[in-house]
């Protein structure tokens, strides 16, 4: 079958997808990557054949306008996605609004740029299934246009999805004239351009595939999920000598991801207080640290080691224990290697997916604002003294080598296009 996946030009969504993307071609399917222009040479590194359409955009151009706004909107959820992370937060004024915004300042602009060119390349190529991220909508778009089946392949946590249920529920109690759905509204239109018109699977996918298990996933009760296990895959990557043997000493590893520093105003903790508060301990600090975050560090100290990148799944597999932001792909990695977990979470489902490791045994939690050179101390202190830690963390990893990998996945798929696929239009 001919499968296309599309994502929006950000690197660390589109990773997350590979696996699966080489997995379905390594079973004989034709695969393509739509894109916009800009981002052929992210898919083409992959070793995947990228689809330029559209063109390119600045998904962050509007925002970096107004500096205190970007970073207001980096901070947690927000409506309407907050009321996954807290069903209290369900109500129909602030959904509303919330999805307005997510549409006008978020689906409407990122997704512009792509529609008409990947609507016409799927008119051309005739995917059989297509698969896209839940910020791409326009893959949604496109599948319905040509009659494909289409998923959403989740790079986290499902707020869209339990979000999307909780907002429908508030809808059906609406008088009905008082019913008003933005994002139905907006791709309804498309739906209707392109020849059909709106169905919930828009929203949603006719299925979505998740690649966190369980015990860290928020799950929508009326939809089809088909759980994957997560692979890692970093892009490019060298794995250097110095990991070459084990350490001699406990491994500690600090990485806050790449987003603070690449679009944001940096991490959210002062890295050089937590060099310096584990400086006498007796640990290898191994911290991933951009350019610009280690631009201010006044000191190195001795059991520290700086990297501005190393493979995480080169590194987790040496570590005792991990210092991150709560980032799904961080934790998705060191959940597979059985490390323990301080999480310094922040930005979007990042606060969520720190109480999910929490709620699961195998990790703490440190509020930004609270993580203090002396709490980090602490906390990491407790993750490599406190055995509960390390053994919540092998539960966890059993759990998540308990999935399919993305080769033993694509039989399912298979079924579930015959399914859902219909006579193109």
Known sequence: MRVLFTVLPEKTIFLSMVPLAWALRTAGHEVRVACQPKFADAVTQAGL???PVGRDSDLFRVARMDPEE????????????????????????????????????GFKPDNFPLISGLVEFARHWKPDLVVWDPLTQAGAIAAEAVGAAHARLMFGLDVFGV??????????????GE???????????YARRFGGGFTESMATGHF???????????????????????????????????????????????????????????????????????????????????????????HVPANARLVSFVPLHALAPTCSAVIHHA????????????????????????????????????????????????AVRESVLRL?????????????????????????????????TDRHRTPAR
Request: charged fraction near 25%; aromatic fraction near 8%; hydrophobic fraction near 45%.
């Open 49 to 51: 054949t990228a689809v």
């Open 327 to 374: 980032g799904t792909g961080t934790v998705a990695t060191m959940a597979g290697h059985a490390v323990p977990h301080l999480s310094v979470p922040y930005h979007f489902d990042e606060p969520l997916l720190a109480r999910k490791i929490v709620e699961q045994g195998s990790g703490l939690a440190l509020a930004h604002d609270g993580a203090t050179g002396a």
């Open 70 to 105: 970007l970073e207001a909107a980096r901070a947690g959820l927000h409506a309407p996605w907050d009321a996954a992370e807290d069903p209290a937060k369900a109500a129909w004024e602030p959904m509303l609004n919330g999805y307005y915004d997510a549409v006008a300042k």
């Open 163 to 176: 979000a999307r249920e909780r907002f429908l529920r508030l809808k059906a109690e609406r008088p009905e």
């Open 384 to 416: 490599l003294e406190e055995p509960r830690f390390a053994a919540r963390a092998a539960d966890l990893r059993e759990e998540m080598a308990a999935l399919p990998a993305p080769n033993e996945l694509v039989p399912r798929l298979e079924e579930l």
């Open 179 to 189: 019913r008003t759905d933005h994002l139905a509204d907006w791709l309804g239109g």
């Open 208 to 298: 979505t595939i998740d690649q966190f298990p369980r015990s860290l996933q928020v799950e929508a009760e009326n939809l089809d999920y088909l759980r994957m296990r997560f692979v890692p895959y970093n892009g490019k990557a060298t794995v250097p000598k110095w990991l070459w043997t084990a350490p001699d000493r406990p491994r500690v590893a600090l990485t806050m991801g790449l987003t603070a520093t690449d679009h944001y105003d940096g991490y959210t903790i002062s890295t050089q207080d937590v060099l310096d508060s584990l400086a006498d301990l007796d640990i290898e600090l191994v911290a991933t640290l951009s350019e610009a975050g280690r631009a201010g560090l006044r």
